[in-house]
């Protein structure tokens, strides 16, 4: 999740973009975050049903959607109950479990998410991981603390471990090294380098890019995309974030994927029909099947 630290509201500035060309064949979002309000508006979500059937019709017929905090995964695990073309996946942020720690109520969260992973429609712990970008060394301990909480529960559950990793390539290694990788996990907008996507792959991590792929200053990122095997290659929107260019800075959502699908066949050279399949395979396998 790229949002602000409150994680309910995403300023973003304009309007939605117009829905691209559908994509030759579905592929999924694999992380989204529907209850968040984009600043478009009255401030208010897309209703799930309206947001999904934008997204269909342009061959995004499933979403993962991702809990942040307490609240968004209990959100997450109700709305995946009520609409069969999404599964959750739940998780405290690793920007917020220093504010929980602070608190007090750090372990008492880590119980609940523990709860919640039980529910049938959870397929996902995550996302989780290590952020130095919005938080100061004074938080690491608490974040590294429930991240390995976190990983153990994909052990646990076997559930997919989704990862949030920003500025902290090094140190979200070392933690999965130290706890050991799930059978299943995502390097949630993949952010590194072609080194770092090697390191990632060595240790069986699918990589999902988001619209941060398209951006110039991204060679890097397109890098570490041309390296990845096909088998490995995810996509997501992490909505109401990290809008794809042109619309950069406008609200993303799950019916822009195929923008970034598009430039990712491009930088790979790959046909578009056959990345769509295998990045919907790659989902489903990734996730522990299909829905």
Not at 92 to 102: G, I, K, S, T
Not at 124 to 139: C, N, Q, V
Not at 163 to 172: F, K, L, P
Not at 274 to 279: D, K, P, T, Y
Request: proline share 8%.
């Amino acid at each position: 999740m790229g949002g602000s630290s409150s994680f309910r509201t995403a300023e973003r500035a304009g309007q939605r973009p117009e829905p691209p060309e559908p994509l030759p064949h579905p592929v999924i979002d694999n992380h989204c975050h529907l209850d968040i309000a984009a600043h478009d508006g009255p401030g208010e979500p897309v209703p799930v049903a309206e947001a999904l059937a934008r997204s269909a019709a342009v061959g995004v017929p499933r979403i993962v959607q991702i809990g942040c905090d307490l609240p968004s995964a209990r959100w997450a695990v109700a709305t995946a109950a009520d609409f069969p073309a999404i599964v959750a996946g739940v998780a405290l942020h690793p920007n917020e479990a220093p504010r929980l720690e602070a608190q007090g109520l750090l372990d008492e969260a880590l119980a609940e998410i523990a709860d919640l992973a039980t529910a049938s429609v959870v397929r996902a712990i995550g996302e989780t991981g290590l952020d130095s970008f919005r938080t100061g060394p004074e938080g690491r301990e608490a974040q590294v603390r429930s991240f390995r909480r976190h990983i153990e529960l994909a052990h646990e559950h076997h559930k997919t471990l989704v990862i949030h990793d920003r500025e902290t390539h090094a140190e979200v290694l070392e933690v999965i090294d130290e706890v050991g990788a799930p059978d299943r996990w995502v390097m949630h907008c993949f952010s590194g380098d072609a080194e770092f996507a090697a390191a990632c792959l060595e240790r069986g991590a699918y990589l999902s890019f988001a619209g941060t792929v398209t951006f110039k200053n991204a060679e890097p990122l397109r890098e570490a995309l041309r390296l990845a095997p096909l088998d490995r290659i995810l996509v997501e929107t992490d909505a109401p974030f990290l809008t794809p260019e042109p619309w950069r800075g406008r609200p993303n959502a799950s019916y822009l994927i195929p923008t970034t699908v598009r430039a990712m066949a491009a930088t790979r050279g790959d046909d578009l029909g056959e990345l769509c399949r295998a990045i919907e395979t790659n989902t489903e396998t990734a996730f522990g099947g299909t829905w």
